[in-house]
């Protein structure tokens, strides 16, 4: 039986790939009041990591948590809006995005995964948006999806901007690769029902849209099965 874990605003959930079901799994942080969960991903060494936002999007009241062999490291706080993360391929680095504050983070990681710094690694110009979710391809290169920017931004791993992609869809919410080859790019978008959709410029918004990339990506880890003990 297949399973995926799922992360809810509150909390997490199992997934049963075979048949649909969920049902709450054990989650091992206390979640401050007032916050609630965001992005998550598993890192290359098994381990998850999990961010958390204010629910008012007013106050920097979001963490950045490692949840590995049952232990949980609170790695970093002070976000009103937490995105991302994504991973170096080697497992060597991770990326995060300080949204409100259209900034790109990084943290080196040790030979087990365990962080040994955290620097800037980049920022958003006002005019492009902010910082949503993001991944890495093969190569290293880090591609972000920007909210209220209708773009796809591309980053070095030396922190150099690459071109940008635009994106017929005003908030960029995510993107992954997938298929075969690994080359199909799946780009998730929002829409806001407080506002009319369409348009010439962002005529997809909330729609799930692809796009091919000359450059493969790299297959998701898996969860670690001790992740939370």
């Known amino acids: ?3 995926a874990l799922l992360v809810s605003v509150r909390g997490f959930h199992a997934l049963s790939l075979d048949d649909g079901q969920t049902w709450p799994s ?3 942080i206390d ?4 916050t609630i969960f965001n992005d998550g991903k598993v890192d290359r060494h098994g381990a998850l990591w999990v961010g958390s936002s204010d629910a008012a999007e007013a106050a920097p009241l979001g963490r950045l948590w490692r949840i590995a062999k049952g232990r949980v490291t609170e790695v970093a706080a002070g976000f009103t809006v937490s995105n991302g993360p994504a991973f170096a391929p080697d497992g060597s680095a991770a990326y995060f995005a ?3 504050s259209r900034r790109l983070l990084r943290f080196a990681l040790d030979a087990s995964g365990n962080v040994v710094s955290q620097g800037a690694f980049a920022t958003i110009p006002p005019d492009a948006g902010f910082p949503d979710g993001m ?3 093969s190569a290293g290169t880090l591609h972000v999806g920007h909210w209220d920017g209708a773009r796809i931004s591309r980053w070095s791993p030396a922190g150099a901007a690459l ?3 635009p994106i017929p869809a005003r908030n960029v919410t995510s993107l992954a690769f997938g298929g075969g080859d ?3 790019v799946a780009i998730t978008t929002a829409a806001l029902l407080s506002e009319p959709t369409g348009g010439s410029d962002n005529a997809w918004d909330g729609d799930l849209l692809s796009c091919k990339s000359t450059i493969p990506g790299l297959v998701e880890p898996m969860l670690s099965p001790d992740w939370a003990g």
Do not use: N, Q, V
């Open 1 to 3: 039986d297949a399973k």
């Open 26 to 28: 054990k989650c091992p």
């Open 31 to 34: 979640l401050p009041g007032g």
């Open 98 to 100: 300080d949204t409100f």
């Open 135 to 137: 991944t890495t391809d």
């Open 163 to 165: 071109e940008t992609i």
């Open 182 to 184: 690994l080359r199909t």
